[in-house]
């Protein structure tokens, strides 16, 4: 047992769910909150159809954070969800909005416009709701033992707003560069135009919140202050990014803008970890102290190890026999 | 103020998110299981009727399902919202089970509809049926694990409990828990008849109005000859679930029956008026010794009452008893419905008698009104206690929730199951108007692998069939 330590085990496979999960429904959602600036109705029907046959899947990964944190990282499940409390209605609200939105928008002409605000308006809840998690999470919690002790409406202050803001920018950066792959003509042209702009204010938000962060969290800045010389390169790699993402929306790439999207979020992901590493209900419970018996984690890490590589394969399995309709379907171009 | 308390608004709003949600995968386990059986007929018969009941059923499975996921989401929540120092507390044994969940069947479900629903004509025949089974398999696999849970909550096992926090000592004793197989088979029956009698009642609409005759025949027949075992088997099986429960939570069916007063030979009530504070029944009408003989199989066996246990261990006595009753007296009825159906078949007028297609059209709503109050019976009947004999409801609420913050939830989520709730209904009853297509070759929608998009009837009236998928 000593040699193979399940809770570090646990914690990469989560924060790595996590990641999937933010990148994934991120794009996602970043199309819903683009959907009602697009230049016609047709651009509509292109940019939902680039999301429709993944969205489904993408939520699947929530699920599977959700129900995973309770099993190896209980305290973080029983603390967060009632620490935020009126924010997780907000974001099930809007992706269940959003979700049977998908369905009836393309049967519906009448309603239709009820459904468009349904997808564009779940999308932007519940891209704002994940904002303000992150927020939070910079924030702190105020906890005694293991059971949140603060207010309902702690979650919502300037600064979290203003990463709630973030997020939504962030996500909308990420949707345009998916849209930028998926589509042509009109929309892809579209895209080109907005993306620059929103990795603008993408930047301004990131530079503004790396400045709020460690003007209000010492411990934060500390963190940074004394490890510059190995930490250095996450920012730079980070600038790379951006500096390659500008390049290419210039020089009307398809593909690197994705990738230089995704590549930017990995560096502010790992980041926000290295803030607050070793902490996961910060500032007071660490990793280890928020992690389930070593029997629960031990029971589960068994299925994943066995089910994941199952799950994998006919995952795969179906997106080959899938893959001509991609291209080839009616409003896929 | 007693109407802002957060412990009550968490159980309205629980027993209302759950009672939502559960209604659709109580239909699409059954309704998975028999688009799996015509799949297979249709591969080994070949004949088009199969096939075109189950493109017909197809439909309207994957609104349904559609519905199934996005309120279960929610229920991944519900835990940690308002109950956590109960998720806390159990986290060691429900986290694992209900992830267990996801990774053994949400995902088999997800991806195996994707073939189901648009891979007709891109697989192989035999792995279109192949994927058909996999999504009937998936909702039964899912079923387990979330009846798991739940029922160690009922009758707890394979755990010990140290410094307030659970911790499993035998994964076995505690998935297979003393209540999992009487709970299961209890509510795969009642899948399998929830499925069975939509069925049969949508064939009886279109055979009253003479609509697909030879098709909704065969499927009538296919569905009475199924129900005709399952009802029998459901009476059976709850019978065997009331043993049990009476063994490992006697109060509970000291409810159920209205029993104050530990007696021998003690009557089954049809009708009483149960009154907590005066510890009695009011304008009772029972059959002497009835409620003894089915508990205990004797005609003089004592049946504990209530007022064994102080009154701060009691359920709600009411809600427990008439849920109980409704739910029984809907089981009886659909024993007489197969009943009936059998002997105008052996008359030979199955498809003729129009009282009895009339009933079978009005007996679609009863079988989610048994589901339903069959878990307010077991859900109602388990308090004040959350984990049976171990954790008080009390205890498990979230400390941090104010009474303001439950009822905006309470309220926000009433309203929006209200719209989407409404919009479903009216779609899938869109969809049963319509009825089943032509047999022919089907076109691929543009946009693959939504359940949703595999009904191509229009959402309202006006619908331009241009934007159509069809
Ligand atoms: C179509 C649905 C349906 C029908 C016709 C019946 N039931 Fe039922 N019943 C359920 C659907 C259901 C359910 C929804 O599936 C429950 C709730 C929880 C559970 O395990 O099953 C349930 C619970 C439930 C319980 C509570 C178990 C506990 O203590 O937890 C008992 C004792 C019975 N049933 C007994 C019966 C009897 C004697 C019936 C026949 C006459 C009957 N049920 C018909
Ligand atoms: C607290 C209880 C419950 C939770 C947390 C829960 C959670 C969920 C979630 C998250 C989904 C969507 C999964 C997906 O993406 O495919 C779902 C669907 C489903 N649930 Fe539940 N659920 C609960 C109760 C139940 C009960 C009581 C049953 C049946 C006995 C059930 C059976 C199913 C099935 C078969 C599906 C597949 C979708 C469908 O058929 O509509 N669940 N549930
Ligand atoms: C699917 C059908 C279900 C229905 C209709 C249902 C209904 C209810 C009702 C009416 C209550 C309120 C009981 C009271 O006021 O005393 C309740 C409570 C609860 N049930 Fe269920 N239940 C279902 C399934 C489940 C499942 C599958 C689980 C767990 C895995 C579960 C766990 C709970 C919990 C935690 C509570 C809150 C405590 C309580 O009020 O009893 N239930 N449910």
Redesign the interface.
Known sequence: MELIDITLIWLGIIGLSVFMYVLLDGLDLGIGILYPFAPDEQSRDTLM?SV??????N??W???G???L???F??V???????L??G??LM??G???R??A???R??????RPFWNAAFAGGSLLAAAAQGFVVGTYIQGFEVEG???????LDWLTPFTAFTALSLVIGYALLGAAWGILKTEGLTQRWLYRLAPWLLLLLVLCLVGISVWTPLTQERIMARWLDNWAVLWPLPALGAAATVLLWQALRRRWELVPFFSGMALFVTVYLGLLVSQWPYMVPPEITFREAA??P??QL??LL??LL??PV?IG??AW?YW??RG?VRA????H | MEILDPLLLSRIQFAFVISFHALFPVFTIGLAAYIAVLEALWYVTESAVYRQLSEFWVKIFAVVFGMGVVSGVVMSFQFGTNWSEFAFATANLLGPILSYEVLTAFFLEAVFLGILLFGRDRVPRGTHLFAACMVAIGTFISSFWILAANSWMHTPDGFEIRDGIVHVTSWLEAIFNPSLWYRFGHMGLASLLTGGFVVAGVSAYFLLRGRGLEMNRKALSMTLWLLLLVAPAQVLMGDLHGLNTFEHQPTKVAAMEGAWETRQGAPLYLFALPDADAETNHYAVGIPNLASLILTHHWDGEVHGLTEVSADQRPPVAPVFWSFRVMVGIGVLMVLAVLWGLWLRLRGRLYESRPFLRTLELMIPLPFVAVLTGWFVTEIGRSPWLVYGEIRLSEGVTPALTGGMALTSLLGYVAVYAIIFTAGIYYVTRIVHAGPGEVGPVDEPSHAKRPFSAADIPFDEDADSSNLSR
């Open positions: 159809n429709a046959p993944i969205w489904d899947g939520e699947t929530l699920i599977l959700g129900a995973g309770l099993a190896t209980p305290a499940y029983t603390i967060y969800l009632p620490a409390y009126l997780v209605f099930l609200a992706l269940i909005f979700g049977v998908f369905e009836f393309f049967k519906s002409s009448r309603t293991f059971t949140y002790v603060g207010g309902p389930s018996a029997e629960s029971f589960l299925g994943v089910l994941l799950i006919y995952t179906t026999v899938f309709k379907g009616a409003g896929y």
